[in-house]
């Protein structure tokens, strides 16, 4: 395993530079905007729109590179994320951040493919499993680490400072000396496939975008409103709680029911937010909230994906798809709605719709349980699988078995 890490040692240093200007961006865009006194519909908006970006992205990404390769669409990646960020701190209007958000979903499509095409062509298969977690592990901790940078929320600085970081994350790849990798995979969906697979799959990964989506469109903005100057810990608490919660949670869907699992995630995210929502509001309550939200949501996705995989006849990459593309359509539809409630007039409604979406996930789950026993004809043992392109798909070992 420390043969392989060394060998991609440059591929993780650009992962690792470029996920810390990803996590302070994240953070600090909903800040800033808040703080110019936009509202947190617009706020919303130019949230849902990076992950729109981010799914055409998905699409339209590998027809490029197959055009001029890895590394140069690497470096034009790199430079519209920068175009992007630099935009935003010129004009502060929301139209330019809209279109420079969806611009910057569809560049950070290119750029997680890229390096996660790196990642495939350089793990033998007997470590690609262990070199899949440590992505995962390093993607959480990189953005974490990011929400240091926030600083106060001053869009001048901070778009400069990013800036700076994605230029940064150029070099390693850039100079790389390895030979460049196969074109990654299309997104080849079946939503019938998968649905098929799982009926639970699906609509649990669309829940845990939708969370996820509204902890990043909107989370820092509401987490600084109800208890100022807390956005940025709350964005961290909630990375932190993805980071410490996917082993344990994966491990325990490998010894029980994983719908079980699900079920259990669903109910602590409403049970916490109830509590949330009774007892005096306080930054330990609010990070505690966050831990909750990051430890629920996230590995609730790679749980769907084991779940549907249990029963996906070999047919992994397919059903991977599908899932990164419900979850995806959750991370940006769920913006929308809290945009929705804000525009007819209900601005505290925060918490309150991820605990519904958490309460349909868990009835929902619960109704399938009672339905039928589950059934692990093609069982693999769980393994955290990053939210963002089909490479990290064909890292996962459970891809070695697809049928041709």
Request: net charge neutral; hydrophobic share 55%.
């Amino acid at each position: 395993m420390t043969t392989v890490l060394r060998n991609l040692f440059s591929v993780f240093l650009s992962l690792s530079i470029l996920l810390v200007g990803h996590g302070l961006q994240q953070t600090l865009l909903p800040l800033a905007a808040q703080s110019m006194g936009w509202s947190a519909a617009a706020i919303g908006v130019t949230g849902s729109a990076y992950f729109l970006g981010f799914i055409l992205g998905c699409y339209f990404i590998p027809h490029l590179i197959r055009r001029v390769g890895h590394i140069r669409v690497f470096t034009v990646c790199s430079g519209l994320a920068i175009v992007s960020i630099l935009s935003i701190h010129k004009w502060q209007l929301v139209p330019v951040w809209v279109m420079a958000r969806a611009i910057t979903g569809l560049a950070f499509a290119g750029l997680y493919m890229i390096l996660e095409s790196w990642l495939n062509e350089r793990s033998p298969n007997e470590s690609r499993g262990a070199v899949l977690s440590f992505y995962g592990f390093v993607s959480l901790a990189a953005m974490s680490l990011g929400q240091l940078f926030v600083f106060d929320a001053n869009i001048n600085e901070g778009a400069i400072v990013v800036a700076i970081i994605f230029g940064l994350a150029i070099f390693p790849v850039a100079l790389t000396t390895s030979q460049q990798p196969e074109i990654p995979s299309e997104v080849t969906l079946s939503f019938a496939q998968a649905y098929r697979a799982s009926q639970v799959g699906p609509i649990l990964a669309g829940v845990s975008g939708f969370v996820m989506g509204l902890v990043w469109s909107n989370g820092a903005v509401y987490a600084n409103a109800v208890e100022p100057s807390i956005g940025a810990n709350f964005i961290a608490a909630t990375l932190i709680g993805g980071l410490v919660c996917q082993f344990p949670v994966g491990r325990l869907s490998d010894w029980i029911d994983r719908r079980w699992v699900l079920l259990g995630l669903s109910l602590i995210a409403c049970i916490g937010i109830t509590i949330f929502l009774v007892v005096p509001i306080s930054k330990v309550s609010l990070c505690a909230l966050g831990f909750i939200l990051g430890g629920t949501a996230m590995p609730m996705y790679s749980l769907a994906i084991a779940h549907a995989n249990d029963n996906a006849d070999g047919k992994f990459l397919m059903i991977s798809s599908s899932m990164l593309v419900a979850n995806g359509i959750g991370s940006t539809v769920g913006p929308l709605i809290y945009v929705g409630f804000n525009v007819v007039g209900f601005r505290d409604v925060y918490f309150l719709i991820i605990a519904v979406v958490y309460f349909f996930g868990a009835a929902w789950t619960a109704y399938r349980i009672s339905l039928h026993d589950a059934d692990r004809t093609f069982f693999e043992p769980f393994q955290v699988l990053p939210k963002t392109t089909l490479g990290a798909a064909d890292l996962d070992p459970r891809s070695e078995d697809e049928p041709t």
